[in-house]
């Protein structure tokens, strides 16, 4: 199995690697039972949901990790009573640890460093629930280097390459736990979409949106702190008119025209991804199992009422209302990243997470 793969991220100075090229299919992968609630129309209402329950959040989780390591999720459902608007249920609990079993079988259709145990691995040290967890080490043998899982919306057999379900509003949940040691990733967990017959990403780091080929948010959070924002790529986004101190403007701005993106006549700039702020700081702790929720919501095509908004232990970190994602209803939510982005050179140490109990559902999840 191929699991070639460019990170499909962005960042200052990182040029126009946003892309991901995967080379080998993964034909031959049984759908998922869950993965038939029916696509929302587009046009549908897309008011805020309501927040998680906040009193759902996990009774547990404390400093200690010693009484919710292996036990049971709390009370509420599971991968084996999915809620019927779940699009997946991942409770890495297949093949008892065993990492190309459980992959060949996965609904996961890509993992970066999947041939490499040393930036992706299943794990029983920590665990939210059941036996095993998927354990980001980013180990010195690695480099120190990320991982992370896709997860596509397929429409029918779970398959790269599959021709994709349309999605107005996703959600999409982990529980993670990060190393008491934990400081950095480079970028975090993810929701994005493209257009149903455009699988593959094209990599538009640098680039301002089109409004029809590309929408992304990423929960990020910062070095250290772990405080929280989102890095989001949004047709009102600014860009760095300066980027010429750094980088090539000239490629930049070819790579994007040749992905039918603005030009350098059009915009003379680079675009990063603007990162939004929350006015109260909103930190992950480490050291601890959490509960962390994400969504975004579609705008009306042209219209300034898409969103996005995330949950720590259901408790809301962040907002933001009036977004303008895209101007072409063709354009929605198809795939998460269940992602510990950390390249090459970003760090000089080991950043270990550990994810368990994800879940990507069409309406609120919680952390029950
Ligand atoms: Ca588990």
């Known amino acids: 199995m191929l699991l070639a793969l460019l990170w499909a991220c962005s960042s200052e100075g990182s040029g126009a690697s946003d892309g991901l090229e995967m080379a080998d299919g993964a034909d031959g992968r049984a759908p998922m039972t869950s993965t038939d609630a029916p696509a929302p129309a587009a046009g549908m209402d897309t008011a805020p949901a309501a927040d998680p329950d906040p009193s759902a959040a996990e009774p547990g989780a404390g400093d200690d990790p010693t009484p919710?390591?292996?036990?049971?999720?709390?009370?509420?459902?599971?991968c084996d009573d999915p809620d019927p608007a779940w699009l997946l249920?991942?409770?890495?609990?297949?093949?008892?640890?065993?990492?190309?079993?459980?992959?060949?079988?996965?609904?996961?259709?890509?993992?970066t460093g999947g041939d490499d145990r040393g930036r992706i691995t299943m794990d029983s040290e920590h665990v939210h629930g059941g036996e095993y967890a998927v354990k980001m080490p980013a180990a010195a043998e690695s480099g120190y280097q990320?991982?992370?899982?896709?997860?596509?919306?397929?429409?029918?057999?779970?398959?790269?390459?599959?021709?994709?379900?349309?999605y107005e509003t996703l959600y999409f949940r982990t529980w993670l736990r990060?190393?008491?040691?934990?400081?950095?990733?480079?970028?975090?967990?993810?929701?994005?979409?493209?257009?149903?017959?455009?699988?593959?990403?094209?990599?538009?780091?640098?680039?301002?949106?089109?409004?029809?080929?590309?929408?992304?948010?990423?929960v990020d959070f910062r070095e250290g702190s772990h405080e929280t924002f989102f890095y989001a790529y949004h047709l009102d986004m600014q860009c760095d008119a300066n980027c010429g101190n750094y980088t090539d403007v000239a490629a930049v701005?070819?790579?994007?025209?040749?992905?039918?993106?603005?030009?350098?006549?059009?915009?003379?700039?680079?675009?990063?991804?603007?990162?939004?702020?929350?006015?109260?700081?909103?930190?992950?702790?480490?050291?601890?199992?959490?509960?962390?929720?994400?969504t975004m919501t579609a705008n009306t095509p042209g219209e300034h009422d898409g969103s996005m908004a995330y949950w720590i232990d259901g408790e809301?970190?962040?907002?933001?209302?009036?977004?303008?994602?895209?101007?072409?209803?063709?354009?929605?939510?198809?795939?998460?990243?269940?992602?510990?982005?950390?390249?090459?050179?970003?760090?000089?140490?080991?950043?270990?997470?550990?994810?368990?109990?994800?879940?990507?559902?069409?309406?609120?999840?919680?952390c029950d």
Not at 92 to 110: I, K
Not at 253 to 272: M, R
Request: charged share 25%; hydrophobic share 30%.
């Open 68 to 78: 919710t390591d292996g036990a049971p999720t709390s009370g509420g459902r599971g």
């Open 146 to 166: 990320g991982g992370a899982l896709f997860w596509w919306a397929c429409d029918g057999e779970q398959r790269t390459g599959c021709p994709l379900r349309s």
């Open 89 to 111: 249920c991942e409770d890495f609990e297949d093949y008892a640890g065993d990492w190309d079993s459980w992959f060949e079988s996965a609904p996961w259709l890509e993992a």
């Open 253 to 294: 701005c070819d790579e994007c025209a040749g992905k039918g993106l603005p030009t350098c006549e059009q915009q003379p700039q680079c675009c990063w991804g603007d990162n939004l702020e929350p006015e109260t700081p909103a930190a992950l702790p480490v050291g601890q199992w959490t509960c962390l929720e994400m």
């Open 316 to 366: 809301l970190g962040h907002r933001v209302d009036g977004m303008l994602w895209r101007t072409d209803p063709e354009l929605s939510l198809n795939r998460v990243r269940l992602m510990h982005y950390i390249a090459s050179g970003d760090a000089d140490r080991s950043n270990v997470v550990w994810f368990d109990d994800v879940v990507v559902s069409t309406e609120p999840i919680g």
């Open 178 to 218: 990060f190393a008491e040691d934990h400081e950095y990733v480079h970028h975090f967990l993810t929701i994005k979409g493209s257009r149903p017959d455009d699988f593959w990403d094209h990599g538009t780091a640098g680039c301002h949106p089109n409004g029809s080929l590309d929408m992304s948010t990423v």
